[in-house]
């Protein structure tokens, strides 16, 4: 009984381990090869204070509120 009861937990913890690694391998395959160094993403600009991302049509940053240039 407590041995069929531990089968059934370590199956399931495998379960688990396996779907976590699926979705771990399918987000580094969707990861694009960027540099590292990457400062700002297309569409967003990044606030030269702070370094929060902010779109691209907002003027000031919406983290801290420094003019963003471009
Ligand atoms: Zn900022």
């Known amino acids: 009984m407590d041995q069929v009861l531990i089968l059934a937990t370590a199956a399931a913890a495998l379960a688990v381990i ?18 590292p160094f990457a400062a700002s993403t297309e569409g967003s600009v990044r606030c030269p204070t ?5 779109p691209n049509t907002e003027r ?11």
């Open 60 to 70: 000031k940053c919406i983290a801290c509120g420094a003019r963003l240039s471009g």
């Open 50 to 54: 702070c370094g929060m991302g902010n």
């Open 18 to 35: 396996a779907a976590t690694l699926s979705i771990l391998r399918r987000e580094r395959l969707r990861t694009p090869h960027d540099s």
